[in-house]
């Protein structure tokens, strides 16, 4: 319903079928709907949608490179999302990059074979609760709004931070725990971990 409320372009992986989604033999449903750019963006164009935008980024990217060295060290991350999932990453100091791993498992691309890398991890602590649907699925609800603790990792290091959304409409807003100011992020991709608050980060 949030989708309609909040009016987010959307394509439906359940209900908008080939070619835009399809199905592979090699790994068990649910989890093996596939999809690709050139799809998205010919199903993108048939609803109308933009494929453009001049909206800032949601986080704030520096020209220079960002040195934590007041950061605690953190070259392997272990974050605990629950009692079956935990994921964790390891640092490449050649690459200044991030390997993830998911249960103890390398993460790769399905198609070239590429182990998945991230030059930032922030990480989330959010309350969250059983969704109370009728069903035995143990489907979460994630109460997101309000000021949360987390952390900021990146070139080997992290620093704690607080993770700030106000109201549904509005973006999160990322600060250095002890200055209050926003966080500056190094340019390249970033992981974002949003856990449970009774969940543990383990740093190396």
Known sequence: SDISTFGINNINGIYYN??????ISTKKAPHNAMTSTEQILKASKNKGYRTTSNVSSVLNYAQDEVELTEGTTATEVKIKHSYLQSVSYKYNAKTQRYTRYARGILQKDYTTGEAFTTKNIIVMFAKNSVLQDGTTKDRQNLHNIGTFKGYYITNGKAI???????????RTIYRNAETGEELEINDGNTWINICPS???LTLK
């Not at 080939?18 to 199905?23: D, E, I, L, S, V």
């Not at 704690?160 to 509005?170: A, F, L, N, P, V």
């Open 160 to 170: 704690k931070i607080e993770c700030e959304k106000t109201d549904r409409r509005s």
């Open 198 to 200: 009774s969940e543990n």
């Open 18 to 23: 080939k070619p835009t989604f399809w199905r």
